[in-house]
Structures are given as C-alpha cells and as structure tokens.
T-cell receptor
Framework: DQQVKQNSPSLSVQEGRISILNCDYTNSMFDYFLWYKKYPAEGPTFLISISSIKDKNEDGRFTVFLNKSAKHLSLHIVPSQPGDSAVYFCAASKSSGNTGKLIFGQGTTLQVKP | NAGVMQNPRHLVRRRGQEARLRCSPMKGHSHVYWYRQLPEEGLKFMVYLQKENIIDESGMPKERFSAEFPKEGPSILRIQQVVRGDSAAYFC????????????FGPGTRLTVT
C-alpha cells in the first residue's frame, strides 16, 4: 500500500524556470510533510517541511504548498539551477503514536538544463 | 564533522554471511532511524530506536534482521545469513526527538550480496 505517491518519475526544466514537483498521500492522519533532495551515492538532504496547520511554507527559492482537502503537496523551485538536478523525495509523518517514522514517495528525478 | 556517520560505505558479503552496519547520530541527537532503499524505489522505514530501546520495528523483516542502539557507541543494524534480496542501500537518520520531525540522514551503506 503506497501511502505517499510521486506519480512523475522524472521532470526536465530549463535553467531559470520554475520546477514543480508533486506528491499525493492517502492517509489523512499524516500531519507533517517534508521534502528531501538526494544526489547519487549520498544520503537524502532535508530541504523544507510543512505542518498540516499551514498551507504554504517558503525558504529561499523553495516553497512547499499543502492542499489538505486534495491530500496533495507540491514543491516549487524558483528559479531552477543546474545544481538542483537530483532526485526529490516527499515524505510524510504523523504526530500521533510514539514514532516519528517517515513514509517516503518513490522520488522524482529533476533535471535542470543549462 | 557533526553529521550522521555511517560505516562502512560499501559492504560486500557472500550469501549466508553476516552484515553489520554502523551508524553514529549527529551530536545532540538521541533518536535513530534505519531505512532501506531498494533499486528504483523510495526509502522504506525499518526501525526506530532510542538509547537502549527499540521503539518501533514495524518495518523490520521478521527474521534475520536486528537492530540495537546501546548506551555507548553507534547504532548497529545486523543482517544474518544474507541473501541476494538484501542487496540495497541502508540509510541511518537521526533527530533530536519526537517533537523534531526533521531527520538528518547519513551517506548510507551500500550492501551487495554475491
């Protein structure tokens, strides 16, 4: 049961343009969402997060939007840079219970062309 | 370097041997998570530990896999009698506590079973 889905395996964007990465989830108990970036042969790097009490969080070139009714979140990167080329994972967590485990999507490979 | 440390980075084992993967969390972090990434897939939660306690092992295979986080020293993920299907990247993450959802990942250990 894939509770967090990233339906686009890959995305190609021109440098300077906006990159939009999408993520859907099925479990309404999730109340915290994170985006990670991963280069080959490295561990995931935390990028940005959002709590379910918000619908938007911004950090520099990165903005995450959350639509709870649609169970959908997106990561916007503006402007995109070649160094942003990597695999992006969204992850979800729920504050109930005594575990902070993250449930990851399958990832979207972003290529930013110079 | 105050980041999450994992060793070895690469590990090759023959079928039937044991694999031991080590993880030292970030300074000040007392919560450790292990995740596994199979080829072409996202990260899957395995186990969540605090010092001397296993809090959530719902993602651990029932047999051959065990994990510990002793009072002193790194967290260990142990795989007995490895099989080819155990070949994967194993990532460790740490966090300050349950109130901090951001988990910081190590570089991973790539296990190859021949």
């Amino acid at each position: 049961d894939q509770q967090v889905k990233q339906n686009s395996p890959s995305l190609s964007v021109q440098e300077g343009r906006i990159s939009i990465l999408n993520c859907d989830y099925t479990n309404s108990m999730f109340d915290y969402f994170l985006w990670y970036k991963k280069y080959p042969a490295e561990g995931p790097t935390f990028l940005i997060s959002i709590s379910s009490i918000k619908d938007k969080n911004e950090d520099g070139r990165f903005t995450v939007f959350l639509n709870k009714s649609a169970k959908h979140l997106s990561l916007h990167i503006v402007p995109s840079q070649p160094g942003d080329s990597a695999v992006y994972f969204c992850a979800a967590s729920k504050s109930s219970g005594n575990t902070g485990k993250l449930i990851f999507g399958q990832g979207t490979t972003l290529q930013v062309k110079p | 370097n105050a980041g999450v440390m994992q060793n070895p980075r690469h590990l090759v084992r023959r079928r039937g041997q044991e694999a031991r993967l080590r993880c030292s969390p970030m300074k000040g972090h007392s919560h450790v998570y292990w995740y596994r990434q199979l080829p072409e897939e996202g990260l899957k939660f395995m186990v969540y530990l605090q010092k001397e306690n296993i809090i959530d092992e719902s993602g651990m295979p029932k047999e051959r896999f065990s994990a510990e986080f002793p009072k002193e020293g790194p967290s260990i993920l142990r795989i007995q009698q490895v099989v080819r299907g155990d070949s994967a990247a194993y990532f460790c993450a740490s966090s300050r506590g349950l109130s901090s959802y951001e988990q910081y990942f190590g570089p991973g250990t790539r296990l190859t079973v021949t």
